[in-house]
């Protein structure tokens, strides 16, 4: 039986070349998909106008700034800029901006689809991100269009696709994100890797001085209070009726009508009351504390041992994520958004990040929330409670949980590989002549774990023994910057260190 180590070392198998006809049904049928999901969304939202309050919110809170109720004030100032945009190409009509927005949004995805798709193609003829995304926009429904929460969710996905080979721009884009939306900053735990890589140092410096830099234009052009604004929204929210935590009352509620009620709040949500939500609350704030404190200590634990990579970042983005979702006081439909271009991104490399099955999870409970909003839920705000809706949200935050438990497990699996690709990178360093380990006599980045698609997809995963001892030859002399850089592992393992 092999050791981790020895599986760790197995040069990485050469692509599985399908066929172009193959390729090509694909690509056609992702495509068709993709196109026609967004269509059928931009007729019900323009001609239908179902699920646009908040375009119509955004539109009026864009067009007053200053109005009673200080619109918009509950969104961070940098993700109201596309809002702003919107506007500019259509200022006067509200219905003509609903069509502009619900428009940008098809733009932003399709844009999304087009980088799955090539990136898929370029790494063995992938097509699994751009299936996943093609039909999640299906079942989506139309708060892919008809919300913001679009944007943040890309650029976590951007962040984490180009998180390996180009760092600054990684940090620069969840930075924007943060400044967009709050919540990805949570995801910054992410971009730690061990302490003496200085791609650590350079990461989460990029991410600080690009967040300082968004918050200085808030403060600068809308005040101090306009930065803590959101912040200040979320005190004193109550249950939502779609999260986690209000699932039991919910359920309780339809059983035994006349104990719980439901009303719309000035958090502008539909809440829950009743008896014995006070502890529920509390338990919501308890796993929320929980998710940080989790997120920090994994952040050390690879400032301190290691194991990062790109994978193990992303495992731990999705995990943070989910856990986020599911410990919050609410779970709006649109937040499916925030999981969904991450996945994708999981998906299309050669060997994906996450299982196919993982998607097919996600994408039903997609298709559950698009039942549960907007097409039964008057069913949940109505004089009476409906069965429907609150089987199918029982059934949604169910699947919610699972893919909570399951992406943490991914994360620790991800956690358990790298530190077995940092075993045999090691042994085989000491073991080889002339081969230099991964920061050894250098002092520079020690994160041996960093598997370099490129070089596994290239010459030097098919090269065979040959070329591998060739390499390994003519390798630079042990404790040389150049040795460090470019001779860390043999070519044959496909394990390339992460670089500054």
Not at 181 to 202: D, E, F, I, Q, S
Not at 295 to 313: C, I, K, P, Q
Request: hydrophobic share 50%; aromatic share 10%; glycine share 8%.
């Amino acid at each position: 039986m092999t050791s981790p180590a020895d599986r760790a070392l197995q040069p990485a198998p050469k692509p599985a070349r399908r066929s172009p006809w193959l390729l090509a049904v694909g690509s056609i049928g992702a495509w068709a998909i993709w196109l026609a999901a967004l269509w059928v969304l931009f007729y019900f939202v323009t001609h239908y106008r179902t699920a646009t309050g908040d375009v119509h919110y955004y539109y009026w809170g864009t067009r007053n700034p200053h109005s009673r109720g200080a619109p918009l004030t509950e969104y961070p100032h940098a993700g109201t800029w596309p809002l702003n945009l919107v506007f500019d190409m259509e200022p006067t009509d509200p219905f003509k901006f609903v069509r502009a927005f619900a428009m940008s949004c098809w733009v932003l995805s399709g844009l999304f689809m087009l980088y799955l798709w090539v990136s898929g193609l370029r790494r063995g003829g992938s097509l699994r991100g751009a299936w996943v995304w093609a039909l999640f926009c299906s079942c989506a429904g139309p708060i892919l269009v008809a919300r913001l929460d679009l944007v943040p969710g890309l650029l976590v996905a951007f962040t984490f696709a180009l998180v390996g080979s180009h760092p600054r721009i990684a940090s620069a884009l969840l930075a924007f994100a943060t400044a967009s939306k709050l919540w990805p900053g949570v995801l910054a735990a992410a971009l730690v890797g061990k302490w003496n890589a200085r791609r650590t140092y350079a990461r989460l410096i990029w991410f600080a001085l690009s967040l300082a830099g968004l918050c200085w234009i808030t403060i600068s052009t809308s005040g101090v209070d306009r930065l803590f604004s959101p912040l200040n929204y979320q005190d004193g929210r109550g249950l939502q009726i779609e999260s986690v935590a209000a699932t039991p009352y919910l359920i309780a509620a339809w059983m035994h009508p006349g104990q719980w009620r439901i009303k719309y709040m000035p958090s502008k949500s539909f809440e829950i009351l009743g008896p014995n939500l006070d502890w529920a609350i509390t338990a919501t704030n308890i796993v929320m504390i929980a998710t940080l404190v989790l997120a920090l200590a994994a952040a050390a634990y690879h400032f301190f041992r290691g194991a990062w990579n790109d994978r193990t970042s992303m495992s731990l983005a999705l995990a943070v994520v989910c856990l986020l979702i599911v410990s919050n006081k609410v779970f709006s439909p649109q937040y499916m958004v925030w999981i969904a271009p991450l996945v994708c991104v999981m998906c299309v490399r050669r060997k994906a990040t996450v299982p196919a099955l993982y998607a097919v999870l996600l994408i039903l409970v997609t298709a559950a929330t698009l039942v549960v909003y907007p097409v039964t839920y008057d069913g949940l705000i109505g004089p009476s409670l409906k069965g429907l809706p609150v089987v199918m949200l029982a059934i949604r935050n169910s699947g919610m949980l699972i893919l909570t438990i399951w992406a943490i497990v991914l994360w620790v699996l991800s956690v358990r590989r790298a530190h077995a690709q940092d075993k045999a990178v090691h042994e085989v360093g000491e073991s080889t002549p002339g081969v230099s380990t991964p920061g050894q006599g250098t002092g520079r980045d020690s994160d041996a774990s960093v598997r370099d698609e490129r070089a596994a997809d290239g010459p030097l995963a098919e090269g065979g023994a040959k070329d591998a001892t060739k390499q390994a030859t003519t390798a630079e002399p042990a404790g040389s910057d150049k040795a460090a850089d470019e001779a860390g592992t043999p070519p044959s393992t496909a394990l390339v260190q992460e670089k500054s």
